[in-house]
């Protein structure tokens, strides 16, 4: 059976009130206080009121120009003064770390309240889970797709893990997972299909809201339902495993907190993380097997070369392309050189692409539809 992999970006999941990268900066500053949960309100104003005067004072940016900003010019020369041990201008290189981690808060606090706020189940992402699961239920002996994520929002997570029936299969991140609560039953893809089960594989390149690392044993620590990157922030928490292997030493948590797996828009993302390195690489095999990729929601921005680069080295010659967007990013003239569509020209060079702009949401209705005939 031939394989498909799904790449779906930011775009897959707008419509369900989650952020695109350009609006984070402008979403961080249009929540009202008063909308924050009492758990991290005072903590997300301490957090905003820093990163706008960072904005203003050290960035030397107008108030009102703050939504124009690209985040990688905000975490691509933080990244490089805090590896080279640098100043960036006012701020020495310990409170650039700090400063860091609390735009990372930020982001976190402002995506959690977006997605907590927003309730609606009858939506295309449930319509195309409900399409794998039933691909994978009527062959589950073979490996017919899967899924590329470069988003952090856990949507089409926990709709996937909602429809996995009578918990005959798994969501399998394609690395090495540990329970983050001992009561739930996640457990990783290879275990499951040891015990007869089936996996649906999501390989999420950027990390996920559900992820907290351990920085000592390197577990990685997953739930679902729950967006529990925060908790790096609100009641910080240790990795039970090491607090019980290393109860005796003197340290109160053995140097095991646990914190959030997300990789932040910059030029220098740190991808060196064990588990991630095991995603990526497997993403890279799945590309590889692949006969057809079709991008969802995904405009394939320079900026993110990484993913530039793990597909150019693996993609079949053969390979079917499908691009689908929205009408907004459809090109204002045939020779627009700074269009999605041209981008995705002139990567695949020879391939076979296809162009879809009537958004993700119709794309899906018509694949779900197809199926069903």
Known sequence: MQKTVYVIGAGFS???NAPLQSELIKDIFE??????????RQ??????????????????????????????????????????????????????IDLRQKINGL???????????????DNH??????????????????????????????????????????????????????????????MPGLLALGRGKYNVKLLKLHGSMNWLNCKRCQRLFVTFFKKIAINEYVNR???????????????????????????????LKDL????????????????????KIIFMGYSFPTADFELRQLL???????????????SLDKPISDNYVNSSENRFKSFFGKRDIKFHYDGVEKYIEKLTTANKR
């Open 125 to 186: 992402i449930e319509k195309f889970t409900d399409y794998l699961i039933k691909l994978r239920e009527e062959h589950k002996s073979s490996d017919s797709f899967a899924i590329i994520s470069t988003n952090w929002d856990i949507i089409l997570d926990n709709s996937l893990n909602r429809r996995i029936a009578n918990n005959e299969g798994v969501v399998d991140y394609c690395c090495y997972t540990t329970p983050y609560d001992e009561s739930n039953d996640v």
């Open 237 to 267: 928490p240790i990795c039970r495993i090491c607090e019980h292997n290393f109860h005796n030493e003197k340290t109160s948590d053995g140097g095991s907190t646990l914190s959030s797996q997300l990789i932040m828009p910059t030029f």
């Open 31 to 40: 929540i009202r206080d008063y909308e924050l949960s009492r758990d991290y």
């Open 107 to 121: 982001i976190i606090i402002m995506i959690k309240h977006k997605l907590d706020n927003f309730h609606c189940r």
């Open 14 to 16: 707008k419509s369900v």
């Open 312 to 326: 150019a080295r693996n993609v079949r010659h053969s390979a079917n392309i499908e691009v689908v967007l929205c």
């Open 272 to 291: 060196n993380n064990v588990q991630l390195k095991l995603i990526w690489q497997n993403a890279g095999i799945e590309i590889s097997e692949a006969s």
């Open 43 to 96: 903590l997300y104003i301490q957090y905003r009121n820093d990163f706008e005067r960072f904005l203003s004072d050290t960035m030397f940016i107008d108030r009102n120009s703050f939504n124009t900003i690209n985040l990688e010019d905000i975490y691509t020369p933080l990244d490089r003064c805090i590896i080279d041990n640098m100043s960036f201008r006012n701020i020495p290189p310990k409170d650039l």
